[in-house]
């Protein structure tokens, strides 16, 4: 039987690893759960192969505001270097998600840091942001695992990392996330820096064919699970029944072959015995 882990997890590494923080550490101190806990809501959700399915529907999503677009736009090296925000960005959900709390809080202050200098340090902002993350990820894993989950519990969880750095009013459960994105629509848009943004989601990314079929795929079903009403704003369309007969299947058969090749999280695991660990005091 071919082994697929090895180079599942290289070509993850490569498009996953150009660009982590060195703060990232997953194994001390012994009885740290960090912000959430192996118990959480989240610590399901974002452990799952979804979330590459949803980081690209977040990016998106996000797009559509127009001052958060312009700041990517402008301060981002997505041009020159187009893993480093996905890198990033991972490095951070996975720090902050299960790294100890000193770990997580020395993300959350490099990324405050970052903010300050780019001019996105707007607390109303950085819940836009937030929000359509954070959906971005539930959606995903919905869509691509038969287990459910309870929304208001991992909405009212992951709300402690949008507050620490710097958001207000964060919606801590779906009928405010539902509430929250009616009163905030007038104000999304797509723009030259959004349509900037969704033409560099959609390159080919990866140098093998293989990589790229599926960083294409991935992209459509990011696409898919856009409400509706953010898909007629990016002018996003597809052939009828294409997301249920092609797109979702294909999805989800790719996910759970990469559930398999991969096996157990080396994080997860890491993250798992520090937080059960008996200190020594």
Same mark, same amino acid.
């Given at each position: 039987?071919?082994?697929?882990?090895?180079?599942?997890?290289?070509?993850? @590494?490569?498009?996953?690893?150009?660009?982590?923080?060195?703060?990232?550490?997953?194994?001390?101190?012994?009885?740290?759960?960090?912000?959430?806990?192996?118990?959480?809501?989240?610590?399901?959700?974002?452990?799952?192969?979804?979330?590459?399915? @949803?980081?690209?529907?977040?990016?998106?999503?996000?797009?559509?505001?127009?001052?958060?677009?312009?700041?990517?736009?402008?301060?981002?090296?997505?041009?020159?270097?187009?893993?480093?925000?996905?890198?990033?960005?991972?490095?951070?959900?996975?720090?902050?998600?299960?790294?100890?709390?000193?770990?997580?809080?020395?993300?959350?202050?490099?990324?405050?840091?970052?903010?300050?200098?780019?001019?996105?340090?707007?607390?109303?902002?950085?819940?836009?942001?937030?929000?359509?993350?954070?959906?971005?990820?539930?959606?995903?894993?919905?869509?691509?695992?038969? %287990?459910?989950?309870?929304?208001?519990?991992?909405?009212?969880?992951?709300?402690?990392?949008?507050?620490?750095?710097?958001?207000?009013?964060?919606?801590?459960?779906?009928?405010?996330?539902?509430?929250?994105?009616?009163?905030?629509?007038?104000?999304?848009?797509?723009?030259?820096?959004?349509?900037?943004?969704?033409?560099?989601?959609?390159?080919?990314? @990866?140098?093998?064919?293989?990589?790229?079929?599926?960083?294409?795929?991935?992209?459509?079903?990011?696409?898919?699970?856009?409400?509706?009403?953010?898909?007629?704003?990016?002018?996003?369309?597809?052939?009828?029944?294409?997301?249920?007969?092609?797109?979702?299947?294909?999805?989800?058969?790719?996910?759970?072959?990469?559930?398999?090749?991969?096996? %157990?999280?080396?994080?997860?695991?890491?993250?798992?015995?520090?937080?059960?660990?008996?200190?020594?005091?």
């Amino acid at each position: 039987m071919i082994d697929l882990r090895s180079p599942v997890r290289e070509t993850i @590494g490569a498009l996953f690893g150009s660009d982590r923080f060195p703060e990232e550490r997953y194994d001390a101190p012994a009885g740290d759960p960090g912000l959430f806990g192996p118990d959480s809501v989240t610590w399901q959700v974002h452990a799952d192969v979804s979330m590459f399915v @949803g980081g690209i529907a977040a990016l998106l999503l996000q797009a559509l505001h127009p001052r958060a677009a312009a700041i990517v736009a402008s301060s981002s090296r997505f041009r020159e270097e187009p893993l480093h925000r996905l890198s990033r960005t991972a490095s951070f959900v996975a720090a902050t998600t299960f790294g100890p709390t000193d770990v997580a809080d020395a993300v959350i202050a490099r990324v405050r840091e970052v903010h300050e200098r780019v001019g996105a340090n707007d607390p109303d902002l950085l819940r836009w942001v937030h929000v359509a993350e954070t959906v971005s990820f539930l959606t995903a894993y919905r869509r691509y695992n038969l %287990p459910g989950v309870d929304a208001d519990w991992y909405y009212d969880e992951t709300a402690v990392v949008a507050e620490r750095l710097g958001a207000a009013d964060v919606p801590r459960s779906a009928a405010a996330v539902r509430t929250y994105f009616e009163e905030l629509r007038p104000e999304l848009a797509a723009s030259d820096a959004s349509r900037e943004l969704v033409a560099f989601l959609q390159r080919p990314l @990866g140098r093998d064919p293989f990589t790229r079929s599926i960083y294409g795929l991935f992209v459509q079903a990011g696409m898919a699970q856009l409400p509706g009403w953010a898909r007629r704003l990016h002018g996003m369309s597809s052939p009828p029944g294409a997301d249920r007969l092609f797109v979702r299947p294909a999805t989800c058969a790719v996910l759970q072959t990469m559930r398999l090749a991969l096996g %157990p999280s080396p994080v997860l695991a890491a993250a798992r015995s520090r937080s059960v660990a008996q200190t020594s005091e």
